[in-house]
């Protein structure tokens, strides 16, 4: 896996995040949900919202590598901590991790030295209200869900709720014909004490 112009590979490397991603981000994730750009389109809407249902699955069972799968090579995990979902390069978020965050997140979760999630948290996630929008890009569209996750760790029970924004990419080989190049969760609680959550939400 090599990042696209660089020779580098992302698993590596995070020179592909840099100041054109960044811009590039903030200008994808807004003003994406116009009402004239949503999908009407079955088939579209159907494989955005399998794909979307198997992320759920493969999270809920554990199965982090098939998990990871399902994204692009260069990808991104972002978890906002601003209801608005903010711009990354001047708030904080809760979560922001590249190809090699998210490679170091599930080899750490496979070591045993991931004390947060000793024992591991039994999940059960639902995705519903599933809505696709056209981009500029015929081969990209934005996806936005609702979702809700229940987590019971060490007689702990909590809840976790909000809204995904995916950024899907056709891809003829990949689950559902789609990868995944930025799941932005939004959590309707972002901005309070979030007790610093240790699963893939």
Not at 50 to 70: I, N, T, Y
Not at 183 to 190: H, S, T
Request: proline share 3%; aromatic share 10%.
């Amino acid at each position: 896996m090599t990042g696209a112009g660089t020779g580098d590979d992302p698993s590596r490397t995070s020179r592909y995040v840099g100041t054109a991603f960044y811009h590039d981000l903030v200008t994808r994730f807004a003003d994406w949900q116009a009402d004239e750009l949503e999908i009407a389109d079955q088939e579209v809407r159907e494989s955005c919202r399998r794909l979307l249902e198997r992320e759920a699955r493969l999270l809920d069972q554990r199965r982090d590598d098939d998990w990871l799968g399902l994204y692009a090579d260069e990808c991104l995990y972002w978890v906002p901590a601003s209801p608005s979902g903010g711009d990354p390069r001047r708030e904080v978020s809760v979560a922001f991790d590249d190809r090699r965050r998210l490679e170091d997140r599930i080899f750490r979760l496979g070591s045993g030295y991931a004390w947060s999630q000793l024992p591991r948290s039994r999940t059960s996630r639902i995705v519903s209200n599933v809505t696709v929008f056209a981009t500029a890009d015929a081969d990209i569209v934005m996806v936005r869900s609702n979702f809700l996750t229940a987590e019971f760790q060490a007689g702990d029970y909590r809840n976790w709720a909000g809204w995904y924004a995916h950024r899907l990419r056709r891809r003829a080989d990949a689950a559902c014909g789609w990868e995944i190049l930025v799941k932005q969760v939004n959590l309707i609680d972002c901005d309070r004490n979030l007790r610093n959550p240790s699963i893939t939400l």
